[in-house]
């Protein structure tokens, strides 16, 4: 199963641009700090993921602003085809 739940901040946000079908699409960035306990130990995480919405959720989306915190979930996958790097592709974003 890819399913990926994350909190974090929007740090970008790119124009709303659109597919060839008419479909809009918004990428943006959002910052995530937190711990974790990994073999026993903690062990703090930050990192910044980029994000991909599409559809409906471009309108929600587009009304936030930078350091917005949010809460997305969704599914991974790579950036083209064969790529070694990843982004979150929304399926539901929570502005909170």
Known sequence: MNR???QGQVTELSPV???PAGIPVLEFLISHE???TEAGQPRQLA???PVLAMGDLVQMAVTMGLGQAVRIQGFLAPVRKDSPRFRLHAQQIKQI
Do not use: G, K, N, W
Request: net charge negative.
């Open 4 to 6: 990926l739940d994350v």
């Open 17 to 19: 641009r659109y597919t």
């Open 34 to 36: 937190s711990e974790v």
């Open 47 to 49: 990192f910044v993921l």
